[in-house]
């Protein structure tokens, strides 16, 4: 039996990293969609995942407009731009919806940037 989760450690040890950094990103969502009165602790959640991916370059796709979402919901709507931008440079197959957001929050002049930059 020890011998079985010896080896069973071993395998753990080896397997790979994720690609993308999620960090509590799931039970912070769940416990937030729970209980909303959570916001506070789910955008923390948010904030240190997204700081860990910045760190190894793997940051989770969609964190970052996540994270904007509830700064807009705030009314940080600079912030919000911001993290869209962001998302949007990080994950181009998301440049269609983040440019929606973006010019739906007055952001025009950031979308038409982006759209010069490539």
């Not at 080896?7 to 994720?18: H, N, R, S, W």
């Not at 407009?65 to 912030?79: D, I, K, N, P, V």
């Not at 998302?87 to 007055?106: H, K, L, W, Y």
């Amino acid at each position: 039996m020890l011998a079985a989760l010896a080896a069973l450690a071993g395998v753990a040890a080896c397997a790979p990293a994720t690609r993308f950094e999620w960090g509590a990103y799931e039970p912070a969502l769940y416990a937030y969609a729970q209980n909303p009165e959570n916001r506070e602790a789910y955008r923390t959640a948010l904030e240190r995942a997204i700081e860990a991916g910045r760190k190894r370059d793997a940051v989770a796709p969609g964190l970052l407009a996540e994270l904007g979402y509830l700064h807009l919901q705030a009314g940080e709507t600079a912030q919000a731009l911001t993290l869209f931008q962001e998302e949007r440079a990080r994950f181009p197959e998301s440049a269609v919806f983040m440019d929606r957001v973006i010019v739906g929050i007055g952001g025009q002049t950031a979308v038409a940037a982006a759209g010069e930059a490539q």
